[in-house]
């Protein structure tokens, strides 16, 4: 979860099925921590806290268990308890203390109506309240560890089996999505897919994106105890990895569309620098190796400075250039050099305006009238296009040559930065249908 990586996290997010938020028992909670969790709570993904490192020297689990509730959540449910390193479960499908069933009643009405009414409600009845409540992401059980020392892991793991289940297949029709892109030494694609609903098998021949275009699955390969093996087919909830498929994109699907966890609001970077080969000779090398990384993480970004001709970066931070710097150099042999980083800067406009560029009238040289109005919107909506001409008079071609240009026109305003937060609407237009063209 570093910062500089939360667009490749939260693009994870689409096709979890749990997660576990790993904290540092000495640092504890941190700003992307946050930033994660609020994700997590947000899309209701089930999800487990693991307090690592509990080996360390000063550690303070009390005042950790207090940042917890005040920066993450009232409703934890701290499920083992820390004594000298090692840790003793104090909720269980055996036992549970007394404190930690007033909680379970104070979340789930149907135990607590027995519990009022002193009916008999064994351990096991808490339990699978539990994992009920964790299931629809109302309770966060937080367990305790030392990665590092093998502390708590088997105890993580069944916590893990027991509270993220996997969602039952709702259609036997295949729903797959491609959420991973990696190229081997040789620079071959492989592709990574969760199969959601139905199963691929080797040899099906396969829609992409419910569309009329179609692969034949050549080789197939799933993960089996955290090695590659070949397989003739992957089933629902498992991961399938396909090679050869030079046209898929991450978030393809193959056959039906999948249902996915929707809602996410996508973090776009803040920084960005000019980057330039220490040969010059090798600059479209770069600019390959640049386009390879970006199929493999769409959230890498870079252009061509059309005014300085400069190949420029968009970047998250700065661990997130040092790693470009190094992948550039050892996978595809080629040196480069940043310049100084800047802040990325948006313009967007005050207040509303509307312009006409009539036919015949200088400066214009085209044989059309064109009417905008711009309208500010609020920040982060982005850009808006929308039109009051009718297609019964003026065609989708020209229609969509005019959204083409507001597009090209919106990637460089008055001071050079990228124009959002607005509304142009398409308002007045005229042509001579002889000598008129998109």
């Given at each position: 979860g570093h910062v500089d990586f939360l667009a490749e996290v939260e693009r994870t997010f689409k096709m979890l099925d749990g997660?576990?938020?790993i904290l540092s028992a000495k640092e504890g909670i941190q700003a992307q921590t946050k930033l994660l969790f609020s994700t997590l709570q947000k899309l209701q993904i089930p999800t487990i806290i693991f307090i690592n490192k509990?080996?360390?020297?000063?550690?303070?689990?009390?005042?950790?268990?207090?940042?917890?509730?005040?920066?993450?959540?009232?409703?934890?449910?701290?499920?083992?308890?820390?004594?000298?390193?090692?840790?003793?479960?104090?909720c269980s499908q055996t036992y549970i203390k007394e404190e930690y069933k007033e909680f379970v009643c104070d979340h789930d009405d149907n135990i607590l109506e027995r519990y009022l009414s002193d009916s008999e409600i064994s351990p096991a009845d808490y339990w699978n309240t539990i994992i009920a409540l964790v299931?629809?992401?109302?309770?966060?059980?937080?367990?305790?560890?030392?990665?590092?020392?093998?502390?708590?892991?088997?105890?993580?793991?069944?916590?893990?089996?027991?509270?993220?289940?996997?969602?039952?297949?709702?259609?036997?029709?295949l729903s797959a999505y491609l959420y991973k892109i990696e190229h081997d030494p040789k620079g071959h694609k492989r592709s990574f897919l969760k199969i959601i609903d139905g199963s691929l098998r080797l040899r099906d021949v396969v829609r992409i994106n419910d569309s009329e275009k179609s692969i034949k699955i050549k080789n197939l390969k799933t993960i089996y105890q955290g090695k590659e093996i070949n397989v003739d087919e992957v089933s629902a909830n498992d991961i399938a990895i396909v090679g050869d498929m030079e046209d898929f994109r991450i978030g393809d699907y193959l056959g039906a569309e999948p249902c996915l966890i929707q809602g996410l609001s996508h973090q776009h970077p803040a920084l960005k620098s000019s980057v330039r080969p220490d040969k010059p000779e090798e600059r479209s090398k770069v600019i390959s190796?640049?386009?390879t990384l970006w199929i493999e993480d769409p959230s890498l970004s870079f252009s061509i400075n059309s005014y300085s001709d400069e190949l420029e970066i968009s970047l998250y931070g700065l661990t997130q250039k040092e790693i470009i710097q190094t992948l550039l150099e050892e996978r595809f042999s080629v040196k480069v050099h940043f310049d100084e980083i800047k802040t990325i800067y948006k313009e967007r406009p005050v207040k509303k305006v509307n312009k006409i560029i009539q036919i015949e009238v200088p400066p214009n040289p085209y044989w059309a009238t064109i009417g905008l109005t711009l309208e500010p919107l609020p920040l982060g909506t982005g850009l808006q296009i929308e039109s009051d001409i009718s297609y019964g008079y003026l065609n989708h071609s020209f229609q969509n040559a005019v959204f083409e240009g507001i597009r090209m026109s919106c990637q460089?305003?008055?001071?050079?930065?990228?124009?959002?937060?607005?509304k142009v609407t398409f308002t007045q237009a005229e042509y001579y249908s002889p000598v008129s063209t998109p």
């Open positions: 997660a576990v938020l509990i080996d360390r020297a000063g550690v303070n689990l009390e005042r950790l268990y207090l940042d917890i509730k005040t920066n993450l959540s009232q409703d934890v449910l701290f499920m083992q308890t820390v004594v000298d390193g090692s840790v003793y479960p104090v299931a629809k992401a109302k309770v966060y059980p937080v367990l305790h560890g030392s990665a590092m020392f093998n502390i708590g892991i088997n105890e993580l793991l069944d916590a893990i089996s027991s509270f993220i289940l996997p969602p039952a297949s709702v259609s036997n029709r190796a640049l386009n460089s305003g008055l001071h050079g930065w990228e124009v959002t937060d607005l």
